[in-house]
């Protein structure tokens, strides 16, 4: 596509709930990246992945949350038993390989009641 | 720790007044500098970058600024907009080899361009 694309744009799903955030990057970027944005904070990294595996993990604050990208393109960020403070906007990422330019898709906005 | 600060957090300024942006950092190894322009609700777009070599770089009325030694960089507008409105957020690599990825991301400076 012409751009990184998220969906859904807003999810609110509620406590202890299970949700999944889809990641759509550029055609042929081999990274993609996941990060968390707070209200007023910059991003923060989640994964990255290179092809079909996550080279990087490092940035998943616990076991509730895990993603995936099994063909090497879209990619999806799970979290379990969902929490308020997961509320936030999570971005995605993708470069045509890791130390390239990052392109941005508009996030998703969770919202855990 | 590798650290991004930036400065002020917010700012007003009136419509085709100029402005700058500061940021440093303490990220080591240093690869390169962005600063990115994040509207509300919108994903962040690329600005410009800068590698260690580079002490300035412009992208029309952007023009971004980097001193290595001091670990410095700020963000000068020119001939402000009203659609300059966003936060512009300073992102430092420390790794360009391919083997870590992660970008030390500035909080951002929220700018609000008006009438």
């Known amino acids: 596509g012409a751009g990184v694309s998220q969906t859904p744009s807003n999810k609110v799903t509620e406590k202890g709930k299970y949700v999944e955030l889809r990641c759509d990057p550029i055609?042929?970027?081999?990274?993609l990246y996941w990060y968390r944005q707070s209200l007023g904070q910059g991003p923060e990294f989640l994964i990255y992945?290179?092809?079909?595996?996550?080279?990087?993990d490092s940035g998943l604050p616990n076991d509730r949350f895990f993603a995936v990208r099994p063909e090497g393109s879209v990619s999806t960020l799970k979290i379990q038993r969902t929490e308020r403070g997961d509320s936030a906007v999570y971005l995605c990422?993708?470069?045509?390989?890791?130390?390239?330019?990052?392109?941005f898709g508009p996030g998703t906005r969770l919202t855990v009641l | 720790k590798n650290q991004v600060e930036q400065s002020p957090q917010s700012l007003i300024i009136l419509e085709g007044k100029n402005c700058t942006l500061q940021?440093?950092?303490?990220?080591?190894?240093?690869?390169?500098l962005r600063w990115y322009k994040q509207d509300t609700g919108r994903g962040p777009v690329s600005l410009t970058i800068?590698?260690?070599?580079?002490n300035t770089k412009s992208n029309g009325r952007y023009t971004a600024t980097l001193d290595a030694d001091t670990k410095q960089s700020s963000l000068h507008i020119t001939a402000s907009q009203l659609s300059d409105s966003a936060s512009y957020i300073c992102?430092?690599?420390?790794?360009?080899?391919?083997?870590?990825?992660?970008?030390?991301f500035g909080t951002g400076t929220r700018l609000q361009v008006t009438l």
């Open positions: 990422a993708s470069s045509l390989g890791p130390g390239y330019e990052q392109f």
């Open positions: 055609s042929g970027h081999t990274a």
């Open positions: 992945f290179q092809g079909t595996g996550a080279a990087d």
């Open positions: 940021c440093n950092y303490t990220v080591s190894p240093f690869s390169n």
């Open positions: 800068m590698t260690f070599s580079e």
């Open positions: 992102v430092v690599s420390g790794d360009n080899t391919g083997t870590a990825s992660k970008l030390t």
